[in-house]
């Protein structure tokens, strides 16, 4: 949206003597004036307004506003007779980069900061940036009169500066507000970027890193100001210094997100922390699943939310029709109403334009945003109150009320109609554009805000649903099936549930809903011991060698596909480890699949947790190039004896606090402290025999068990061994030959420990293979001769114990979990199908609806497909 100019404003400068607009060209870009502007429609605030209204503007500051002001005997008088002027807009989050600020991403910390490099809440905007004129008057051309400038690199990256987007020989004048709020943000990088030890590379591993700075943030301010609190004091440390404005509540601090689960991450984050004082970049996909997204904030805090809706696809230069994936076709339809669902769910936001190519069609995406359903009040309010709100600036800006500043727009027709063009910028009494600009204007005609055809024709009704509805009622009961209760031998009978729990195996009863089992076989949900479905963005946190900080809680995605797909392969309960990069990775969670649940939903919380120890290539990564060679260790027994090392300092990290000392805390070490305690369990990804007895050994030294070894693939050597230690085996059912490490590997492995007495159960480590474990589990009954019981003991009871939820899953036990699986035929064999999965007496999956489910989907993605051909359609006219 640009100035409008008129070649007859032009002419009446040079022509006209009496008319009050051209008297005086000199009064444009002049501040501390007496100006009075009339006849206006004027917009005082979003929903006040006053028609053929006056604006009394002296010393760039608002002295009245009403109709008939007569102002002072030396205001200058402007007709505005037929135009608005409302208050100028603000943007609070706008990238530093756009005014030539550098990232601010050291490889070493700032002199005298301290801690982590990528972390320097201590950066500061204002010390750093003088805004050139031309980089402020693309935004003033906009309608905005003031800008937060946000510092870029990092996690914790600086402080943000509010400037007025005026004219002035000081930029210091620019200022409004120095320090107006922190920024944090996850900046991964990636296993291309792995040099040595430069943790964090992970989304998972930033996450641990921020909340580890605000563990020290605690500790440094008790070590410096509490008498005792440690031995020594420690040095002064700038970043730690700055962010005390954070954790007391004197400055905002405001998150950066990239995605909806990023928006959810961080909100999570937040509240796990304990910070008074929070708002959000939001992500413009709010839309997928707003409960998760309003059940998870405060009344208290603030949003910024991008309009970087997307493009038509097919605008983009070789996309195929096969290529445009549901997912893709419905952020395209329902992004343009996520303002208007978030409104209605009561979240107050200001709206930015960061995240779009530039300022010029922000006002364009808000003329969407309101065609989609957001009133034009709140559109305004989100470009005036609310951002004035955010920054403490509402005694400023924001409004036209007497005593703010002068800074506003006077415009043709009302923002956000198909008509409208501004005409003038005001900021701080200043009028825009000047003499000179409007004598050299080559551009007078108006560039209004087109909304696409799609957007304006359709009825936004509510949010879509995502998820497939699960079915809940209040008890069911499958009547006359072969139940595979894993307590005994299977048995021809009935299955009651109630409220979630196995009321009863065997004896019939009444229910809400009967289900007919003749000729059907039930079991007990499929426990996968050993996945990384579902986790968003890198399975490791390669950056250094133990990590055990980490949580694969912190990345959970609970739009992967992948999960209904398991729930269709009768899978209900998976343990999510971290990869195996690690001497000592992150800690695992336990997850029930519950689609359409938050990543939080997702959590089966009765459960222990556990952490991923890796043996061999993996963690020593010697052979694995140059970028790999000098992080320790490079060798296997390298390998084991970090993991010794790691385990003595945590020992003694534990004694220092039962003795009453204050150690720096450490998430790293409480995870290992954990493990002392044995609360904690260790999954170790293994393969060869000399390894897996070298860390038995070890674990025995140092006062640990190691609960379960992850493929152990040379465990039938040393299956005693496992035994005696008390350790479990989660292994492959035939998988070797594909690394020099597991040649050895037997198919008869998990026939060979079950013998020996240790617990054995089948894997995935795999998406596809999570979808076929029951006939993994099956292969067994070939190789080495298992019984049925025993197979399928192996991803169910033998699964769920490793997880250390035996009592609670696993078998068809009154009192469990209702997690089963309803098969047609007998589960371990071949051609058998899963036709139900249920958890906790609801159902998740349905085979016989399933015909059903995807030709809705087709048809829905269809119906955009012709909504989008009819919008390139409307475009080409």
């Given at each position: 949206m640009k100035f409008r100019r008129f070649w007859f404003v032009l002419i009446s400068f040079v022509c006209l003597s009496g008319a009050a607009l051209a008297q005086d060209p000199s009064s444009w870009g002049q501040a501390g004036e007496d100006f009075l502007l009339q006849g206006a429609t004027i917009v005082v605030s979003p929903g006040k307004t006053l028609k053929k209204a006056d604006l009394h503007v002296v010393k760039g500051r608002?002295?009245?506003?009403?109709?008939?002001?007569?102002?002072?005997?030396?205001?200058?008088?402007?007709?505005?007779?037929?135009?608005?002027?409302?208050?100028?807009?603000?943007?609070?989050?706008?990238?530093?980069?756009?005014?030539?600020?550098?990232?601010?991403?050291?490889?070493?910390?700032?002199?005298?900061?301290?801690?982590?490099?990528?972390?320097?809440?201590?950066?500061?905007?204002?010390?750093?940036?003088?805004?050139?004129?031309?980089?402020?008057?693309?935004?003033?051309?906009?309608?905005?009169?003031?800008?937060?400038?946000?510092?870029?690199?990092?996690?914790?990256?600086?402080?943000?500066?509010?400037?007025?987007?005026?004219?002035?020989?000081?930029?210091?004048?620019?200022?409004?507000?120095?320090?107006?709020?922190?920024?944090?943000?996850?900046?991964?990088?990636?296993?291309?970027?792995?040099?040595?030890?430069?943790?964090?590379?992970?989304?998972?591993?930033?996450?641990?890193?921020?909340?580890?700075?605000?563990?020290?943030?605690?500790?440094?301010?008790?070590?410096?100001?509490?008498?005792?609190?440690?031995?020594?004091?420690?040095?002064?440390?700038?970043?730690?210094?700055?962010?005390?404005?954070?954790?007391?509540?004197?400055?905002?601090?405001?998150?950066?997100?990239?995605?909806?689960?990023?928006?959810?991450?961080?909100?999570?984050?937040?509240?796990?922390?304990?910070?008074?004082?929070?708002?959000?970049?939001?992500?413009?996909?709010?839309?997928?699943?707003?409960?998760?997204?309003?059940?998870?904030?405060?009344?208290?805090?603030?949003?910024?939310?991008?309009?970087?809706?997307?493009?038509?696809?097919?605008?983009?230069?070789?996309?195929?029709?096969?290529?445009?994936?549901?997912?893709?076709?419905?952020?395209?339809?329902?992004?343009?109403?996520?303002?208007?669902?978030?409104?209605?769910?009561?979240?107050?936001?200001?709206f930015t334009a960061f995240g779009q190519k530039g300022v010029d069609d922000l006002e364009g995406k808000v003329a969407e945003a309101v065609a989609a359903g957001l009133s034009k009040t709140d559109a305004l309010a989100a470009l005036t109150t609310e951002p004035a709100r955010l920054l403490g600036l509402s005694d400023e800006l924001g409004t036209l009320e007497v005593g703010k500043s002068a800074s506003f727009v006077v415009r043709e027709g009302e923002p956000f109609g198909d008509s409208t063009a501004i005409r003038e910028v005001w900021v701080e009494g200043q009028r825009f554009p000047d003499y000179a600009a409007l004598a050299k204007s080559e551009n007078p005609e108006a560039e209004k805000p087109k909304v696409r055809d799609f957007i304006k024709k359709n009825n936004y009704g509510s949010p879509p649903t995502l998820f497939s509805q699960v079915h809940s009622p209040s008890s069911v009961l499958v009547k006359g099936a072969t139940l595979w209760s894993q307590e005994g031998n299977p048995t021809t009978g009935d299955l009651l549930v109630r409220g979630g729990k196995i009321v009863s195996v065997g004896p019939s009863g009444s229910a809400a809903e009967v289900i007919d089992g003749t000729g059907l076989h039930v079991t007990p949900g499929i426990v996968d011991a050993h996945s990384h479905t579902a986790i968003d963005g890198m399975v490791n946190e390669p950056g250094a060698n133990v990590t055990a900080m980490v949580r694969m809680k912190d990345v959970l995605d609970p739009f992967d596909h992948n999960i209904y797909l398991q729930l269709a392969s009768g899978v209900t309960t998976v343990n999510i480890l971290h990869g195996s990069a690690n001497a000592i990775g992150g800690q695992s969670i336990t997850c029930k699949w519950r689609q359409g649940a938050s990543p939080e939903g997702l959590e089966m919380k009765s459960a222990p947790g556990g952490i991923k120890f890796a043996l061999g290539e993996n963690p020593k990564q010697s052979n694995w190039g140059d970028a790999h060679a000098t992080r320790y260790p490079q060798s296997r027994m390298g390998v084991v004896e970090l993991i010794r090392g790691s385990f003595i300092t945590a020992r003694n990290y534990l004694k220092l606090k039962e003795a009453g000392k204050h150690p720096r805390p450490d998430q790293s070490l409480d995870a290992l402290v954990d493990v002392l305690k044995g609360t904690r369990i260790v999954h170790c990804h293994s393969y060869r025999q000399d390894e897996i007895l070298a860390l038995i050994r070890v674990a025995e030294e140092v006062g640990i068990k190691i609960n379960v070894f992850q493929h152990v693939l040379e465990g039938y050597k040393i299956a005693d061994k496992l035994k005696e230690h008390g350790a479990a085996a989660s292994t492959f059912a035939d998988w070797w030959a594909y690394k020099v490490e597991v040649d050895d590997a037997i198919p008869y492995n998990a026939s060979l420990m079950t013998e020996v007495g240790v617990n054995v159960s089948i894997n995935s480590d795999s998406n596809d293979l999570a979808r076929r474990l029951n006939t993994e589990a099956s292969k067994s009954l070939r190789y080495g001769g298992m019984s049925e019981v025993q197979a399928l003991n192996m991803i169910t009871r033998n699964a769920a114990e490793q997880l250390g939820v035996g009592d609670q899953i696993g078998t068809l036990k009154a009192g469990k979990d209702a997690d089963f699986v309803i098969w047609n035929d007998n589960p371990l064999k071949q051609n058998a199908v899963v036709l139900e999965t249920w958890i906790e007496g609801k159902r998740y999956f349905q085979r016989s609806q399933e015909a059903r489910r995807v030709k809705a989907l087709e048809a829905e993605r269809e119906s955009y497909l012709k909504l989008l051909e009819k919008d390139d359609k409307e475009d080409d006219k």
């Open positions: 608002v002295a009245a506003v009403g109709s008939g002001l007569s102002g002072n005997p030396g205001s200058r008088k402007i007709d505005v007779s037929g135009l608005v002027i409302h208050p100028g807009f603000i943007d609070p989050y706008v990238l530093g980069s756009q005014f030539g600020l550098k990232k601010n991403d050291k490889a070493e910390p700032q002199p005298d900061s301290g801690g982590h490099p990528r972390v320097h809440d201590d950066f500061r905007v204002v010390d750093t940036l003088s805004p050139k004129k031309k980089d402020l008057a693309k935004y003033r051309e906009e309608g905005f009169v003031a800008l937060a400038v946000v510092p870029e690199g990092g996690l914790l990256k600086g402080q943000a500066a509010v400037y007025s987007t005026g004219e002035s020989k000081s930029p210091a004048d620019l200022v409004l507000k120095p320090d107006a709020f922190s920024v944090v943000g996850f900046e991964t990088r990636g296993w291309s970027q792995l040099k040595g030890e430069n943790y964090p590379l992970s989304l998972m591993g930033c996450t641990a890193l921020i909340r580890q700075t605000f563990l020290d943030r605690d500790w440094y301010e008790k070590a410096r100001t509490v008498a005792g609190y440690v031995d020594k004091k420690p040095e002064y440390q700038a970043n730690l210094e700055s962010l005390k404005a954070v954790v007391n509540g004197e400055r905002l601090l405001v998150g950066e997100s990239k995605d909806y689960l990023d928006v959810l991450r961080i909100l999570t984050m937040f509240r796990e922390i304990g910070l008074p004082r929070t708002a959000l970049v939001l992500s413009g996909e709010e839309w997928k699943e707003l409960s998760w997204f309003k059940n998870g904030t405060s009344p208290s805090q603030s949003f910024i939310l991008p309009l970087n809706f997307p493009k038509d696809p097919k605008a983009e230069d070789g996309v195929a029709e096969e290529d445009l994936t549901l997912e893709l076709l419905r952020s395209w339809y329902f992004a343009p109403a996520n303002p208007r669902w978030l409104k209605e769910k009561g979240v107050r936001f200001s």
